[in-house]
């Protein structure tokens, strides 16, 4: 799989661009933004490791996870799902260009690999959650193969 076949260059570079003006303007008052401990093990010990659109991006010493810190408060962040720029080009734009390329190259696999560690298993789980599932694309993909 090319990287082009599922983030075209062109819509990528705009939904970057975008998401660059969007960091400047939801997020430009760090004063709503608080600290915080390891979102992956809640441990307090994190060292910096690059900066980026005004985010301080930190990795745990604890479990290596990678995360902001300080981090927006969750009502500007939910203002910024319902209002930024970027967030509604990537869910009218960029990802229905894309879909399909993502699920033949991206969810077939999984959701074939996820059939085969469930088959093997000797306990049958009830269900199987995607965790951070976007818009869902991969879970409606794996029911539909059940």
Do not use: H
């Amino acid at each position: 799989m090319r990287e082009t076949e599922i983030r075209p260059t062109e819509l990528l570079n705009e939904y970057l661009r975008l998401s660059a003006e969007d960091a400047r303007a939801f997020f430009a008052d760090q004063a709503s933004f608080s600290e915080r401990n390891c979102p992956g093990c809640d441990a307090e010990d994190a060292d910096q490791v690059f900066e980026k659109n005004g985010f301080s991006l930190v990795r745990c010493r604890n479990c290596q996870t990678l995360y902001a810190n300080p981090a927006p408060v969750s009502e500007v962040l939910a203002e910024f799902y319902r209002a930024s720029p970027s967030q509604e080009y990537w869910a009218k734009t960029f990802f229905p260009a894309v879909a399909e390329a993502r699920r033949e190259k991206i969810f077939r696999p999984r959701v074939s690999r996820i059939r085969e560690i469930v088959t093997k298993s000797a306990s049958r789980p009830a269900r199987v959650i995607d965790v951070g599932a976007g818009t869902g694309v991969m879970s409606r993909y794996a029911a539909e193969r059940g």
